[in-house]
């Protein structure tokens, strides 16, 4: 708005001093740089809304990602603890101690409850993590935008008089076009950047998750092996009954 009320003031100016032709070439230089300032202000929304709308994709895709590696290792669990009961609710117990796998019944029960609470451990880490990652992902983005949009040709007036010195504006239009030009490549640039820092960072605390799961998940397994082996060596039960 600002620019388009200057235009019409300088419209003004030329009519009034068809003589000046240096004040006139300030209005025609500034005439010629506005539709390229504009433009590019406009390509360069439509670049950072495709990020945006980029980084959305990926953390829609992230949470599907994680629901499924959730699914993945709960189901581990509840496989496992399944089997560990089935085993032992078809021992004979006229050999088995039906009180001594009561006993392992109760401690598997609380283990796996146990592993629920490393789950969850590992599920805040992910998800503080991930709200670190996407604050910064769309911090630089506003920032980018901010930038962007940025838009200073009224400053090419200050410390010059458009009748004056008139060419020295123009000489500031030309520089401004040019630096204009040559923010593109940057820009495209960050935005790549910014793009693939993000996924590897969803990426890295999808692995770190996984890794976390693991690991509740091995300690399970491992008391289900002491589990078979009080299951035999106390209880008396027979592991290789199906």
Same mark, same amino acid.
Do not use: W
């Given at each position: 708005? #600002? /620019?388009?009320?200057?235009?019409?003031?300088?419209?003004?100016?030329? #009519?009034?001093?068809?003589?000046?032709?240096?004040?006139?070439?300030?209005?025609?230089?500034?005439?010629?740089?506005?539709? &390229?300032?504009? %433009?590019?202000?406009?390509?360069? !929304?439509?670049?950072?809304? &495709?990020?945006?709308?980029?980084? @959305?994709?990926?953390?829609?895709?992230?949470?599907?990602?994680?629901? #499924?590696?959730? $699914?993945?290792?709960?189901? *581990?669990?509840?496989?496992?603890?399944?089997?560990?009961?089935?085993?032992?609710?078809?021992?004979?117990? *006229?050999?088995?101690?039906? !009180?001594?796998?009561?006993?392992?019944?109760?401690?598997?029960? $609380?283990?796996?409850?146990?592993?629920?609470?490393?789950?969850?451990?590992?599920?805040?880490?992910?998800? $503080?993590?991930?709200?670190? @990652?996407?604050?910064? +992902?769309?911090? =630089?983005?506003? @920032? /980018?935008?901010?930038?962007? =949009?940025?838009?200073?040709?009224?400053?090419?007036?200050?410390?010059?008089?458009?009748? +004056?010195?008139? +060419?020295?504006?123009?000489? &500031?239009?030309?520089?401004?076009? =040019?630096?204009?030009?040559?923010?593109?490549?940057?820009?495209? =640039?960050?935005?790549?950047?910014?793009?693939?820092?993000?996924?590897?960072?969803?990426? $890295?605390?999808?692995?770190? +998750?996984?890794?976390?799961? @693991?690991?509740?998940?091995?300690?399970?397994? *491992?008391?289900?092996?002491?589990?078979? #082996?009080?299951?035999?060596?106390?209880?008396?039960? %027979?592991?290789?009954?199906?």
């Amino acid at each position: 708005m #600002r /620019l388009l009320v200057l235009l019409l003031a300088l419209g003004v100016i030329g #009519r009034n001093n068809a003589a000046r032709p240096g004040a006139l070439e300030v209005i025609d230089t500034f005439k010629q740089i506005v539709p &390229k300032y504009l %433009d590019t202000i406009g390509e360069d !929304q439509q670049q950072i809304f &495709k990020l945006q709308h980029e980084g @959305t994709a990926a953390l829609i895709q992230f949470h599907s990602d994680m629901v #499924r590696v959730k $699914e993945t290792f709960v189901r *581990s669990i509840t496989l496992q603890e399944e089997k560990l009961l089935d085993l032992m609710n078809v021992q004979n117990t *006229s050999v088995a101690d039906g !009180q001594c796998m009561q006993f392992i019944a109760s401690a598997a029960k $609380e283990t796996v409850n146990i592993i629920g609470v490393a789950y969850t451990t590992c599920v805040n880490k992910a998800d $503080e993590s991930m709200g670190d @990652t996407v604050l910064s +992902y769309y911090g =630089t983005i506003g @920032t /980018l935008e901010q930038t962007s =949009t940025n838009v200073r040709l009224l400053d090419v007036f200050r410390g010059d008089n458009v009748f +004056y010195t008139p +060419y020295n504006i123009v000489t &500031k239009l030309r520089q401004k076009e =040019t630096d204009l030009l040559g923010s593109r490549a940057p820009l495209e =640039t960050a935005l790549k950047v910014q793009k693939g820092e993000f996924e590897a960072d969803l990426e $890295e605390i999808r692995t770190s +998750y996984i890794e976390c799961m @693991t690991i509740a998940e091995m300690s399970f397994r *491992s008391y289900i092996e002491l589990a078979h #082996r009080q299951l035999s060596y106390i209880c008396g039960a %027979d592991l290789a009954n199906p």
